[in-house]
């Protein structure tokens, strides 16, 4: 199994060298975004490349370490987060069909495909009268090796494609309990109606 040159010098159990390889990129992450104003482009590309490196040392990604029960399509689970909610990390384990609507995150977010593969759709929120539209822009599979970032009004909606399970690292400038203004959206209103609270983040 592959180890990235950012996890290499870690030891011990995957358990714990997944935990001290989290937190040195939180750290990582957390040093790059302080020192701008905003998480424009610039700190985006910092916070995917930190990402990757990350979700490339398979050794730390177990998939036994992970499971998704056999009631559910996806199951989360929390690797960090701060004590005020900020730079909260998820292993997101979805099995094939999992999906998710047109939606917002109301914070910044990068997602690095550790395995599998996920559809993302990628959409444009424009002001048009009689009501506002949402307009497709781009698919982007994430899958192993790649990392996308979007910022909190940008949309996007996802579908896993299989034929395997997918894990995936999601990173957020907020945790999902503190996301209480996020939207889901309709493509023929262009209306948004609020996000679902997320439950049974283990």
């Known amino acids: 199994m592959a180890s990235s040159p950012e996890t290499s010098g870690l030891t011990g159990s995957p358990a714990v ?82 999906q998710q609507p047109p939606h917002n995150h109301t914070t910044w977010a990068a997602i690095a495909g550790v395995r599998g593969s996920e559809r993302n759709t990628l959409y444009v929120r424009e002001p048009a009268e009689p009501h506002p539209r949402v307009r497709h822009l781009i698919d982007i599979n994430v899958d192993q090796g790649r990392v996308i970032a979007m910022g909190p009004d940008d949309v996007h909606s996802i579908e896993v494609l299989g034929p395997d399970e997918a894990l995936h690292l999601h990173l957020y400038g907020k945790g999902f309990a503190h996301l209480n203004d996020r939207r889901i959206f309709d493509l023929e209103s262009g209306e948004g109606r609020p996000f679902p609270t997320i439950q049974g983040i283990k």
């Open 17 to 98: 060298r997944r935990a001290a390889a989290v937190e040195r990129t939180i750290e990582q992450v957390r040093a790059l975004v302080s020192d701008c104003q905003d998480v424009g482009i610039a700190t985006s590309q910092g916070i995917c490349d930190l990402m990757g490196r990350l979700a490339a040392d398979s050794d730390l990604w177990v998939g036994g370490d992970f499971p998704v029960p056999e009631d559910k399509l996806w199951q989360a689970y929390q690797l960090h987060e701060d004590p005020d909610g900020s730079y909260a990390m998820y292993a997101v384990a979805m099995k094939p069909g999992h």
